[in-house]
C-alpha cells in the first residue's frame, strides 16, 4: 500500500456532513426565513396604515378647505379618493368670538366607527361687516 491510499476508518466517519447535521441546518434556515417572511409581512402592513393615514389626512385637509368657503354645508359626506371611499364628519361648535367658528373634521374608511384623522380648524361665520370701499376711501 502506498502513503497517500491508506483507508483509515476513523478518517472516513469525519469527511463531510452528517445527514443529521444538514437537517439541523436546514432546521434553523426555516426558522429564520420564517421571522423574516413575518417582519416583511408586518412592515408591509404598517406602510398599508400610513398610506390609509395620509390620504385621510389629505381628505380631511380638503374638507376643511371646502368649509373655508362662504355657504359651505357643514354636514357629513362622503368622499372619494386614491380608489377608497371616506366617510367624513363635520362638527361645528362656538368659540369666544363670535365671529369664529371651531370646526372639527373626522374621516374614517367606509363602513368604519373609529376615524383614522381628526382634524381641526376654524372659519369665519361672516357676521362681521366689512363696509364697502378699499382701504383708501374707507380712510377719507
Known sequence: MTAGRQSDPARIDEAGFSLIEALV??????????????????????IRG?????????VAQNR???LSLPGAPAGPATVEMLGQRWT???????????DLARIE????????RAPLVTLDGFRDRG???TGTGTAAEQRR
Open 25 to 46: 441546518a436546514l432546521l434553523v434556515l426555516a426558522i429564520a426565513a420564517a421571522g423574516l417572511v413575518r417582519a416583511a409581512e408586518a412592515h408591509v402592513d404598517s
Open 50 to 58: 400610513l398610506e390609509r393615514r395620509a390620504a385621510a389626512q389629505l
Open 64 to 66: 376643511l378647505a371646502e
Open 88 to 98: 367624513v364628519a363635520v362638527k361645528e361648535s362656538g368659540t369666544d368670538d363670535p
Open 105 to 112: 373634521v373626522a374621516v374614517a374608511g367606509e363602513g368604519e
Open 127 to 129: 357676521t362681521t361687516s
